[in-house]
């Protein structure tokens, strides 16, 4: 749960002054720490929180559950009902016990499978949609996400500078496993900061924020 881009004397201190989530979040995140399995940051987690007190969102769809922690973020922060799609049947498994024991299990459904997959098979619309699975497919699941995007719907992109490495201009100087990835996330955020339908700013807390906002109608 580290923050991977800004200093890290700035993280420390954002972090310190950061207020703690409630303890029965303490199991999940004493998980998430054992087993290092990769959510949303601290910092992160409260600017989604400030975030979702503003904005008020009715309905949110989560790309990429994991264990069910930002989704239940999610829930307490707001009076939402959350649909989040994940691919892993063992992560699904974890998520529905986590949501079960957390107490809300009537306000988050878990869809399994391949968001490539589910997301046609959707008809709702959502104020809100966070994506935080695949990187190197965000530009496939944005296209796949907008026709289910609300009016001035927001649409919230994870891990957006990829450790950085976006900004590293030089492929060759990259890992040739996270070269792909690295691709993806240009082209993708090209398009979504180039596009006239959408405004986007790029944040550099936890790895990386693109808020993304529908600016009219379909």
Not at 23 to 41: D, G, L
Not at 65 to 78: D, L, M, T, V
Not at 138 to 165: M, V, W
Not at 179 to 187: D, E, N
């Amino acid at each position: 749960m580290d923050n991977l881009i800004v200093y890290k004397d700035v993280k420390e201190y954002i972090e310190e002054l950061t207020l703690e989530t409630d303890e029965k979040f303490s199991e999940m995140e004493a998980y998430v720490k054992e087993h290092y399995v990769p959510v949303i940051t601290k910092d992160t987690r409260r600017f989604l929180e400030v975030l979702l007190s503003i904005v008020n969102p009715k309905k949110i769809l989560e790309i990429g559950c994991a264990i069910g922690y930002s989704a239940s973020i999610f829930a307490n922060a707001s009076n939402a009902h959350i649909t989040t799609i994940e691919l892993e049947e063992e992560m699904v498994k974890l998520a529905k016990e986590n949501i079960k024991k957390i107490g809300f299990e009537d306000r988050i459904t878990i869809l399994h499978g391949d968001a490539v997959d589910v997301l046609p098979t959707l008809t709702e619309k959502y104020d809100l949609i966070f994506m935080d699975a695949a990187k190197g497919q965000y530009t496939e699941f944005f296209r796949l996400c907008e026709p289910l995007l609300s009016d001035n719907g927001i649409i919230i992109s994870d891990n957006i500078l990829f450790k950085g490495l976006v900004g590293e201009k030089n492929i060759s100087k990259i890992d040739r496993s996270r070269r792909a990835i690295v691709r993806g996330l240009w082209k993708y955020l090209s398009d979504i900061m180039n596009s006239d339908k959408y405004k986007t700013s790029v944040l550099s807390i936890g790895d990386g924020v693109a808020i993304t906002k529908k600016t009219g109608g379909n």
